[in-house]
């Protein structure tokens, strides 16, 4: 499904195939400035959840993790609250830092603040392609 007023993002993405699926996550992690969960399945679920332990156990620090369409998420979460945060799993703070929205404006505005303060990411000159990252002109 679609939500109302998406705006037009430039993405680029290198398809990769991979023979194991702890370098694909590798990947995820160490190319990323945040996590984008979009409506999915099991795989889905399976890198939300690993994304959501390297946050908690720190090995990635402030790194927004974002849900994209609250009526999809809002069940997941509601477990994560009701039942998690209730049995004291997971920290007040794990639960605070995730970010549920409609709104790809608000989404891409968390992730550019984080990106820039963070990893220093700016709006510089812009680079040649480099054939052996698999990035073409």
Same mark, same amino acid.
């Given at each position: 499904?679609?939500?109302?007023?998406?705006?037009?993002?430039?993405?680029?993405?290198?398809?990769?195939?991979?023979?194991?699926?702890?370098?694909?996550?590798?990947?995820?992690?160490?190319?990323?400035?945040?996590?984008?969960?979009?409506?999915?399945?099991?795989?889905?679920?399976?890198?939300?959840?690993?994304?959501?332990?390297? =946050?908690?156990?720190?090995?990635? !620090?402030? @790194?927004?993790?974002?849900?994209?369409? %609250?009526?999809?998420?809002?069940?997941? &979460? $509601?477990?994560?609250?009701?039942?998690?945060?209730?049995?004291?799993?997971?920290?007040?703070?794990?639960?605070?830092?995730?970010?549920?929205?409609?709104?790809?404006?608000?989404?891409?505005?968390? =992730?550019?603040?984080?990106?820039? !303060?963070? @990893?220093?990411?700016?709006?510089?000159? %812009?680079?040649?392609?480099?054939?052996? &990252? $698999?990035?073409?002109?």
């Amino acid at each position: 499904s679609t939500w109302p007023g998406w705006i037009t993002l430039t993405v680029i993405m290198v398809m990769e195939t991979m023979g194991y699926f702890f370098i694909r996550k590798m990947m995820l992690v160490k190319y990323s400035y945040a996590f984008i969960a979009m409506p999915g399945g099991f795989g889905t679920m399976d890198e939300v959840f690993e994304c959501l332990t390297l =946050i908690q156990t720190g090995k990635i !620090k402030d @790194f927004p993790m974002v849900f994209m369409g %609250k009526d999809y998420w809002e069940p997941l &979460l $509601g477990f994560i609250k009701d039942t998690l945060l209730k049995e004291q799993t997971i920290d007040k703070d794990d639960f605070d830092k995730l970010i549920v929205s409609d709104s790809p404006e608000e989404v891409v505005e968390k =992730i550019r603040d984080v990106a820039m !303060k963070r @990893f220093g990411v700016s709006y510089g000159k %812009k680079y040649k392609p480099r054939w052996y &990252l $698999g990035e073409w002109g």
